[in-house]
C-alpha cells in the first residue's frame, strides 16, 4: 500500500441488545472475544502502532482484553453514536495522513481478503472512501445503501431514519469502511445529530461527503454472511457456530475426521494430527495439540492438554492442563482434573480422578479411583477403589508409588506415603506408614471365621 493505513476499531458501545452487563466485544465467539477477532484482521493491515480501538464502555476490561502491545487507545467517554466515536478520535488522528480503515469490534468474521478488496476499491478509484456492502435477504436493522439514477452511492440511511421506500432496498452498510484521511477528517465535524435516534451516525459521513463533491465507492461482496455484525445472543449464535465451521473445516482438509463436524467445538489454537478421529459433540478447548493416529471420544472436553500420536481417549471424558503420551488412554469417564502426566502405554479408565499426578509407561489405573499428587511409577496396577488421602484439611500431602507396585482394590493411602518398587498392597488396606520395596503391606481387620454360625441362626427362628 502506498500510503499510510491508520485503523480505527470502534469498541465503545454498551450493545444494549445483548441484554448484558458486559460490553458486547467482551462476548465470545469462536473461542474469542469478538474484539480479538476484529484486531487479528486489523493486525494483517496494519502494525499494531496504526491501529487505535476507541473504547467506552467497560474501558479498563476492554482494554485488557486487548493482548497485543502497541495499540492504541481512544477513550470516547460519553456514546453518542459511531460518527461520534470517530470525533473522539479526530484529536489523536486528523493529522495522521494516507487512508483511514473503520472496523466496527462487533463484525468478528471478515476475512483479511475482503478488507483488501475494500482498500483497492477505494484506490483503484478515485474516491474519496469506500464502504463495504452487501445485498441481503432481510437487511432490517442494517443501514441501507442510497445510489442515484447512475448507480452512484449518494448515502446510508439507518434502519430508524428510513422511509418504507428506503426500508425496501436490499444493499445493506455492512460498517467497513476506507476513507482517504484528508476530506474525512475535514468533514467529521459536519456531522449532526437530527434523527429520531439523536445520535451521532457515523454513516451519514457518505452522504457529506457526497454532497462536499467527492465520490463514494461501494464494494460489494457476495456472501453477507462474511460481514455479519452482532447485535444480540442469536447473532452471537450464528457467528459462533460459522467460526467453529470454518474451524472444523480446516481441520478436516488437513486430514482429521471429525464425525458430525457441526457439534463440534474446537478453539482457534488448536492443533490436530492426521488420521486422528473425533466423535459427536467433543469441545477440544484453549491451546490443546492432539497427535495423529488418535481418537477422542464422543462427548470429551480437551482444555489446554497435549495429546501425543496413538492417544485415545473414551466417551465422556474431561480433560484439562495434561500430557498424554503416546498410546496412552483415557475413560470413558475419566477426570484428568489438572497437571497430570500419563506416560506411553499407561491407562486410565472409567471413574478414575487424577489431580496433579504423574502415572508411568504402562500403568493401569481401571476403575474407580482418586489419584490426587501421586508421582507414579512404571508398570503399577491400581485396583479399583483406591484413594490417595492427599489432603489433611490444611496441606497436600504426596503419595510415592514405585515400579511394579501392585495396589489391591480399595486401598486408602494416606499421604505422605511411600509405595516401594515391586511392593504389593492387599486389598483394603488403610495404609499409613511407608511399606518397602518387595514388600507385602496388609493393613485390614482380621477375618474371623465362626464354623456352623449360619445354619444355627436359621435354625433359631
Ligand atoms: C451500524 C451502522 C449500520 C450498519 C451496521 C452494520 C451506524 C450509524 N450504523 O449499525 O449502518 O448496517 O452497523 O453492522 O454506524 N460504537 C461506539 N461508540 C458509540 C456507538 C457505537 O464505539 O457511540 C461501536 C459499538 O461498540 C459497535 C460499533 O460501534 O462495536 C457499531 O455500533 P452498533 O450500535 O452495533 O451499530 P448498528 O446499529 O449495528
Ligand atoms: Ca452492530
Redesign the pocket.
Known amino acids: 500500500m502506498e500510503t499510510p493505513l491508520t485503523v480505527v476499531v470502534?469498541?465503545?458501545?454498551?450493545?444494549t441488545r445483548m441484554k448484558s452487563r458486559k460490553?458486547?466485544?467482551l462476548h465470545r465467539a469462536g473461542g474469542r472475544y469478538l474484539i480479538e477477532h476484529v484486531l487479528r484482521t486489523a493486525r494483517t493491515l496494519a502494525p499494531p502502532e496504526r491501529i487505535f480501538v476507541?473504547v467506552?464502555?467497560q474501558s479498563a476490561e476492554v482494554r485488557a482484553a486487548v493482548d497485543t502491545p502497541g495499540i492504541g487507545f481512544i477513550e470516547?467517554s460519553e456514546?453518542?453514536?459511531?460518527?461520534?466515536?470517530l470525533m473522539a478520535a479526530a484529536d489523536t488522528l486528523s493529522n495522521s495522513g494516507g487512508r483511514l480503515v473503520i472496523l466496527?469490534?462487533?463484525?468478528p468474521l471478515v476475512r483479511p481478503e475482503t478488507l483488501e478488496g475494500l482498500i483497492s476499491a477505494q484506490q483503484s478509484s478515485d474516491a474519496s472512501g469506500a464502504i463495504l456492502t452487501a445485498v441481503m435477504d432481510d437487511p432490517t436493522?442494517?443501514?441501507r445503501v442510497l445510489r442515484d439514477g447512475d448507480g452512484n452511492v449518494t448515502g446510508?440511511v439507518?434502519?430508524r431514519a428510513g422511509t418504507p421506500e428506503q426500508l425496501a432496498i436490499r444493499e445493506?452498510?455492512?460498517?467497513l469502511y476506507c476513507y482517504r484521511a484528508a476530506p474525512f477528517w475535514r468533514h467529521i465535524q459536519d456531522l449532526r445529530p437530527d434523527n429520531p435516534a439523536r445520535?451521532y451516525?457515523?454513516?451519514d459521513m457518505v452522504e457529506i461527503l457526497h454532497r462536499a463533491g467527492h465520490g463514494i465507492a461501494a464494494f460489494r461482496v457476495d456472501d453477507p454472511r462474511e460481514?455479519?455484525?452482532i447485535?444480540d445472543r442469536e447473532e452471537l449464535a450464528v457467528v459462533d457456530r460459522l467460526l467453529r465451521a470454518r474451524k472444523v473445516r480446516e481441520l478436516m482438509l488437513a486430514g482429521v475426521t471429525i464425525e458430525k463436524p457441526e457439534t463440534a467445538t474446537v478453539d482457534p489454537d488448536v492443533t490436530i494430527g492426521m488420521d486422528t478421529i473425533v466423535e459427536p459433540f467433543v469441545q477440544i478447548l484453549g491451546h490443546t495439540t492432539i497427535g495423529e493416529n488418535c481418537r477422542i471420544g464422543a462427548c470429551s472436553i480437551v482444555q489446554d492438554s497435549e495429546l501425543a500420536d496413538e492417544v485415545e481417549v473414551g466417551p465422556f471424558t474431561i480433560i484439562g492442563t495434561s500430557r498424554l503420551e503416546r498410546g496412552a488412554h483415557a475413560g470413558p469417564y475419566a477426570r484428568l482434573r489438572m497437571e497430570n502426566h500419563v506416560a506411553a502405554g499407561a491407562h486410565i479408565g472409567n471413574f478414575v480422578e487424577l489431580k496433579k499426578t504423574r502415572i508411568g509407561a504402562g500403568s493401569k489405573a481401571m476403575h474407580l479411583a482418586y489419584l490426587g499428587d501421586a508421582e507414579i511409577g512404571p508398570r503399577v496396577n491400581i485396583g479399583a477403589g483406591t484413594i490417595t488421602c492427599n489432603y489433611d484439611g490444611t496441606l497436600k500431602h504426596k503419595t510415592r508409588i514405585g515400579s511394579g507396585a501392585f495396589i489391591g482394590s480399595n486401598s486408602t493411602l494416606v499421604a505422605p506415603i511411600e509405595v516401594g518398587d515391586g511392593a504389593y498392597v492387599g486389598a483394603g488396606s488403610v495404609l499409613t506408614k511407608p511399606v518397602p520395596p518387595d514388600s507385602l503391606a496388609v493393613g485390614r481387620a482380621h477375618q474371623i471365621i465362626k464354623e456352623g454360625w449360619a445354619r444355627k441362626r436359621r435354625e433359631r427362628k
Open positions: 470502534l469498541a465503545a458501545g454498551l450493545g460490553a458486547k466485544v476507541v467506552g464502555h470516547q456514546q453518542k453514536g459511531t460518527g461520534h466515536a466496527y469490534g462487533d463484525c436493522g442494517y443501514g446510508v439507518e434502519q445493506a452498510n455492512m460498517g445520535e451516525y457515523l454513516t460481514v455479519l455484525g447485535n
